[in-house]
């Protein structure tokens, strides 16, 4: 059984930053990737952020040059740090880990962005 378990999430003016973490545990052998998706409402879930395999990242074009996706494998350890926040960018941020071709989600952090 794997599990994640995501923090970090919470209001946040515009401008300012957050940084989401999230862990996994149980029996992981093979991370084929790690990232963060989010769903803002009356929207569909997107991808924010992956990594796939050793360390290639990719990021939505919505969040490209303000976000920071990194990972350690060895610590099943995945973490967004996202800067100069719009209020666009609010939604449930969720966590996703494909480990042997099985896909994994944390149950979302919701994030705010508002004044």
């Known amino acids: 059984q794997v599990q994640l378990v995501e923090s970090g999430g919470g209001l946040v003016q515009p401008g300012g930053s957050l940084r989401l973490s999230c862990a996994a545990s149980?029996?992981?052998?093979?991370?084929?990737?790690m990232g963060w998706y989010r769903q803002a409402p009356g929207k569909e879930r997107e991808v924010v952020a992956r990594?796939?395999?050793?360390?290639?990242?990719n990021y939505a074009d919505s969040v490209k040059g303000r976000s920071t996706i990194s990972g350690d494998l060895a610590e099943k350890t995945v973490t967004l740090q996202m800067n100069s926040l719009k209020p666009e960018d609010t939604a449930v941020y969720y966590c996703?880990?494909?480990?042997?071709?099985?896909?994994?989600w944390g149950n979302g952090t919701l994030v705010t962005v508002s004044s």
């Open positions: 996703y880990f494909l480990i042997a071709g099985m896909p994994y």
């Open positions: 990594i796939i395999g050793a360390g290639v990242t």
């Open positions: 149980g029996s992981i052998y093979s991370i084929n990737v």
